[in-house]
């Protein structure tokens, strides 16, 4: 019964984790710890009736973790980032291209210098604004919107599929 609700909610679990501001490494040891705290309760049917249950538990065990060991909002780990973003639901075809964008998106991350991309992940992946980057590295706003500006225009200019307007 347990391997049939991993089976359903694990992937579900670890996005939600993921859109939470975790790391995937964190989301995916969060998601074992919540299926660790399950496998310990005596009534596990009633939990395949409500599996909000579980996504409280994944999300009361997150909440825990900051509290315990602080925040890492960055995990700097753009690969293991970039490989959750592929849909597994949709088509070989659909997958295949979007693995090739990610690849493409993540060599271009790597090629970039490495202030730059910290500054990129921290806006664009974690969601954090300008003056929260500027905050988080202690740098000023005007430097974060400068990297910005040189990540977006690099991006831009290698998914340009017509380079020459």
């Known amino acids: ?12 679990l670890h996005r939600y984790l ?3 501001k975790c790391s995937p490494s964190l989301a995916s040891d969060l998601v ?15 939990i395949l009736c409500a599996p909000s249950y579980l996504f409280r538990v ?3 065990l997150m909440i825990d973790h ?7 909002r960055f995990d700097n780990d753009a690969a293991a980032y970039f490989a959750t973003l592929v849909d597994e639901a949709s088509g070989p075809e659909a997958q295949a291209f979007d693995a090739l964008a990610m690849e493409q998106l993540e060599s271009l991350l790597e090629r970039m210098p490495e202030r730059t991309r910290d500054i990129f992940m921290l806006c664009r992946v ?3 604004t300008h003056k929260e ?5 202690r740098i000023s706003t005007s430097s974060v919107q400068k990297h910005m500006a040189m990540a977006l225009a690099r991006i831009g200019k290698a998914l340009d599929p017509d380079p020459e307007d």
Do not use: P, W
């Open 66 to 72: 900051h509290r315990r060991y602080g925040e890492k």
């Open 32 to 46: 074992q710890d919540t299926f660790l705290r399950i496998a310990q309760l005596e009534n596990l049917e009633r």
């Open 1 to 12: 019964m347990l391997e049939k609700l991993f089976n359903q909610h694990a992937s579900a």
């Open 133 to 137: 980057t500027a905050r988080y590295l």
């Open 58 to 60: 994944a999300h009361n």
């Open 18 to 20: 993921l859109r939470k």
């Open 126 to 128: 974690e969601g954090m």
